[in-house]
């Protein structure tokens, strides 16, 4: 049985930092973060593979939000700088097998239950 666990997430002023973790069960597989606001459809965030050597963020938050993770403690963190209150969602962690991690949500096998980010101005 796979568990993901997030951690990390809360309420910051615009402007600041907070860096969520992704506790995870069981082998190393590639890994997502995604975020979800109500009223929107969930939202890639980042990803990283299996061995850490590839990594991606979007366009639109390179240069703010930073993916890594450490295999020794099977966690993927997501630092996000410069947080805007449009950053404001619930964050979840994903795990998928095959080759890397993936854009789409629907190729993810396994996901946590999400953590709260409020982004205040």
């Known amino acids: 049985q796979v568990q993901l666990v997030e951690s990390g997430g809360g309420l910051v002023q615009a402007g600041g930092s907070l860096r969520l973790s992704c506790a995870a069960s069981?082998?190393?597989?590639?890994m997502g973060w995604f975020r979800q606001a109500p009223g929107k459809e969930r939202e890639f965030v980042g990803g990283?593979?299996?061995?850490?050597?590839?990594?991606y963020i979007p366009d639109s938050l390179k240069g703010r939000f930073t993916i890594s993770r450490d295999n020794a403690k099977n966690v993927v963190y997501l630092q996000m700088n410069s947080l805007k209150p449009e950053d404001t969602a619930v964050y979840y962690c994903?795990?998928?097998?095959?080759?890397?991690?993936?854009?789409?949500?629907?190729?993810?096998?396994?996901w946590g239950e999400g953590t709260q980010v409020t982004v205040s101005s």
């Open positions: 994903a795990a998928r097998s095959g080759t890397s991690y993936s854009i789409s949500p629907r190729a993810y096998d396994y």
């Open positions: 069981g082998r190393t597989f590639n």
């Open positions: 990283i593979s299996r061995s850490g050597g590839s990594t």
